[in-house]
C-alpha cells in the first residue's frame, strides 16, 4: 500500500523543513492541551465535592462528560474543517480548551459544568483533526510521528493526574484546575505560524468527506469498532480498577499504585507498537496480539487477582499498544489527509460513545448483580470482539481500495 502523499494534502504555504519542524513541535505542545485538562480533575474531585456540595453521582459527571462531548462534536469537526483548514480549526479549537479551562473556576456548579463541556469540546476537535494533520505533512513516517502524538496524550495525562493534588495543596483545586492554562497560551504562540496555512478539499470536491458516507464501508466500521472496543478496556479499568480490586481486599493505596503501573505500561505500549507497524507488511497480528495483552490483563483479575501488578503491566502494554495502533490506521486505512478526518471523525464518535456506556453499564451489571465477576466475564468478550476487529481492519487496504 503506497503512503504517497496526496496533491490535494498539500499545504499552500510555508513549505520545507523548517514549516516541518515548527508544525512538528506545534503538534507536540498542543496535544499536551488534550488530556491534562480532563485527567487532572479526578485526583481533586473529592475538594470540588466538598467546596460546591455535590454528590458523588453528580461530581462523576464532570470525568464522563468530556468523553460525551468527544462522541458528540467529534462528527462535526470535518465540517468546520472544509470552511476553516485544519490548521485554524485546532487553533480554535485550542482557544476554546483555554477559554473553558478558564470559565470552569469562576463560579458554582453550573458554571464548573459548562466549563468542562467547553474543555471537551476542544478537546474532540483536536482528537480528530490531528491525525488528519499528520498524515498530510508526515506521510512517510506516519507511524513515527502517530507514536510521538499518542506518548505525548499519555505523558501530559499521567502529569495532569501526578501535579493535580499538590497544584491544590498551594492554591485549592481551582488553582490546580487553572494551572493548565499555561502549556495552553505557550502551545498557542508556538501554533501561531501555521496559521498561514489553510489544507483545503481535494479539487473537485465540496470539503471533507462527510461521515454519513463512511457508514457504508465495512473497513471505517472495523476501525470504529476496534476504537470504541480498545477505549472500552481503558475507561472500565480506569472507573472501576479500585473497586474490583477492593472486592479481593486491596487497600485503596495500592489500588492508586497499581493503576499508575497501568499506566507507565500504556506508554510502554505506544513505544512499542509503532515500531513493529513500521516493520510489518500489514497489522493484522498487531490488532490480534494487544487485543491478547488485555485479555490476559482480565482473564487475570477474574482467576487470579493475586498476581495483579502482572495482569495489569501485560494490560497497559497492550492497551497503550490499541490506542497507537488505532491512532495511526485513521492514516493507514485513508487515501489522504481529508479522508482521515472523516474517518477519525467517525471512529471516535461512535468509539467514544461506547467507552462512554461501558463503564455506567458495567457498574450496573455490579449493583444488581453484587460482584465484580459477570462484567469481567463480559469485558472479556468485549475484548474478544477487539481482536476480531483488529484483525481485519489490521489488512493492507485503504477505503478507496476496499471491495465494493
Same mark, same amino acid.
Given at each position: 500500500?503506497?503512503?504517497?502523499?496526496?496533491?490535494?494534502?498539500?499545504?499552500?504555504?510555508?513549505?520545507?523543513?523548517?514549516?516541518?519542524?515548527?508544525?512538528?513541535?506545534?503538534?507536540? =505542545?498542543?496535544?499536551?492541551?488534550?488530556?491534562?485538562?480532563?485527567?487532572?480533575?479526578?485526583?481533586?474531585?473529592?475538594?470540588?465535592?466538598?467546596?460546591?456540595?455535590?454528590?458523588?453521582? %453528580?461530581?462523576?459527571?464532570?470525568?464522563?462528560?468530556?468523553?460525551?462531548?468527544?462522541?458528540?462534536?467529534?462528527?462535526?469537526?470535518?465540517?468546520?474543517?472544509?470552511?476553516?483548514?485544519?490548521?485554524?480549526?485546532? =487553533?480554535?479549537?485550542?482557544?476554546?480548551?483555554?477559554?473553558?479551562?478558564?470559565?470552569?473556576?469562576?463560579?458554582?456548579?453550573?458554571?464548573?459544568?459548562?466549563?468542562?463541556?467547553?474543555?471537551?469540546?476542544?478537546?474532540?476537535?483536536?482528537?480528530?483533526?490531528?491525525?488528519?494533520?499528520?498524515?498530510?505533512?508526515?506521510?512517510?513516517?506516519?507511524?513515527?510521528?502517530? *507514536?510521538?502524538?499518542? +506518548?505525548?496524550?499519555?505523558?501530559?495525562?499521567?502529569?495532569?493526574?501526578?501535579?493535580?493534588?499538590?497544584?491544590?495543596?498551594?492554591?485549592?483545586?481551582?488553582?490546580?484546575?487553572?494551572?493548565?492554562?499555561?502549556?495552553? %497560551?505557550?502551545?498557542?504562540?508556538?501554533?501561531?505560524?501555521?496559521?498561514?496555512?489553510?489544507?483545503?478539499?481535494?479539487?473537485?470536491?465540496?470539503? =471533507?468527506?462527510?461521515?454519513?458516507?463512511?457508514?457504508?464501508? *465495512?473497513?471505517?466500521?472495523?476501525?470504529?469498532?476496534?476504537?470504541?472496543?480498545?477505549?472500552?478496556?481503558?475507561?472500565?479499568?480506569?472507573?472501576?480498577?479500585?473497586?474490583?480490586?477492593?472486592?479481593?481486599?486491596?487497600?485503596? *493505596?495500592?489500588?492508586?499504585?497499581?493503576?499508575?503501573?497501568?499506566?507507565?505500561?500504556?506508554?510502554?505500549?505506544?513505544? %512499542?507498537?509503532?515500531?513493529?507497524?513500521?516493520?510489518?507488511?500489514?497489522?493484522?497480528?498487531?490488532?490480534?496480539?494487544?487485543?491478547?495483552?488485555?485479555?490476559?490483563?482480565?482473564?487475570?483479575?477474574?482467576?487470579?487477582?493475586?498476581?495483579?501488578?502482572?495482569? +495489569?503491566?501485560?494490560?497497559?502494554?497492550?492497551?497503550?499498544?490499541?490506542?497507537?495502533?488505532?491512532?495511526?490506521?485513521?492514516?493507514?486505512?485513508?487515501?489522504?489527509?481529508?479522508?482521515?478526518?472523516?474517518?477519525?471523525?467517525? *471512529?471516535?464518535?461512535?468509539?467514544?460513545?461506547?467507552?462512554?456506556?461501558?463503564?455506567?453499564?458495567?457498574?450496573?451489571?455490579?449493583?444488581?448483580?453484587?460482584?465484580?465477576?459477570?462484567?469481567?466475564?463480559?469485558?472479556?468478550?468485549?475484548?474478544?470482539?477487539? +481482536? %476480531?476487529?483488529?484483525?481485519?481492519?489490521?489488512?493492507?487496504?485503504?477505503?478507496?481500495?476496499?471491495?465494493?
Amino acid at each position: 500500500m503506497s503512503e504517497a502523499q496526496n496533491p490535494a494534502d498539500e499545504p499552500p504555504s510555508l513549505n520545507g523543513r523548517w514549516r516541518t519542524g515548527f508544525l512538528l513541535i506545534g503538534i507536540i =505542545f498542543l496535544t499536551i492541551n488534550l488530556r491534562g485538562a480532563i485527567t487532572g480533575v479526578g485526583p481533586v474531585l473529592g475538594a470540588i465535592q466538598a467546596d460546591l456540595g455535590l454528590s458523588a453521582g %453528580i461530581a462523576g459527571l464532570l470525568t464522563t462528560l468530556p468523553v460525551f462531548a468527544f462522541a458528540t462534536i467529534s462528527p462535526l469537526a470535518p465540517s468546520v474543517a472544509t470552511k476553516l483548514g485544519i490548521e485554524r480549526t485546532l =487553533f480554535a479549537a485550542l482557544m476554546l480548551i483555554m477559554a473553558g479551562l478558564a470559565l470552569r473556576v469562576t463560579g458554582g456548579s453550573i458554571i464548573l459544568f459548562l466549563g468542562t463541556a467547553i474543555v471537551g469540546t476542544g478537546i474532540a476537535v483536536g482528537n480528530v483533526l490531528v491525525p488528519g494533520l499528520i498524515r498530510r505533512d508526515f506521510p512517510d513516517r506516519l507511524a513515527t510521528v502517530t *507514536a510521538i502524538f499518542t +506518548m505525548t496524550m499519555v505523558i501530559a495525562g499521567g502529569v495532569g493526574s501526578g501535579i493535580a493534588v499538590p497544584l491544590a495543596e498551594i492554591g485549592g483545586w481551582r488553582f490546580s484546575l487553572l494551572a493548565w492554562l499555561t502549556p495552553g %497560551i505557550v502551545a498557542a504562540v508556538i501554533w501561531l505560524p501555521q496559521l498561514s496555512s489553510k489544507t483545503r478539499p481535494q479539487h473537485g470536491a465540496e470539503g =471533507f468527506p462527510k461521515i454519513r458516507g463512511l457508514l457504508r464501508s *465495512a473497513l471505517a466500521w472495523q476501525v470504529t469498532l476496534l476504537m470504541g472496543l480498545q477505549a472500552s478496556g481503558f475507561y472500565v479499568l480506569i472507573t472501576w480498577l479500585p473497586s474490583i480490586l477492593a472486592e479481593d481486599g486491596v487497600s485503596a *493505596a495500592t489500588a492508586g499504585w497499581v493503576l499508575f503501573l497501568f499506566q507507565l505500561a500504556i506508554l510502554a505500549g505506544t513505544m %512499542i507498537i509503532p515500531v513493529l507497524i513500521n516493520k510489518l507488511p500489514d497489522q493484522k497480528g498487531i490488532g490480534v496480539g494487544c487485543g491478547v495483552l488485555l485479555m490476559i490483563g482480565y482473564a487475570g483479575l477474574l482467576f487470579h487477582s493475586d498476581w495483579v501488578i502482572a495482569w +495489569m503491566t501485560i494490560a497497559g502494554v497492550g492497551s497503550g499498544g490499541s490506542l497507537s495502533l488505532c491512532l495511526t490506521l485513521f492514516g493507514l486505512r485513508a487515501a489522504n489527509a481529508q479522508q482521515t478526518v472523516s474517518l477519525s471523525g467517525m *471512529a471516535q464518535s461512535i468509539g467514544y460513545l461506547i467507552a462512554a456506556v461501558m463503564p455506567l453499564g458495567l457498574g450496573f451489571v455490579h449493583d444488581v448483580t453484587g460482584t465484580w465477576t459477570p462484567a469481567l466475564v463480559i469485558m472479556i468478550g468485549v475484548v474478544a470482539g477487539q +481482536m %476480531i476487529a483488529g484483525y481485519l481492519a489490521g489488512r493492507p487496504l485503504t477505503l478507496s481500495e476496499e471491495p465494493s
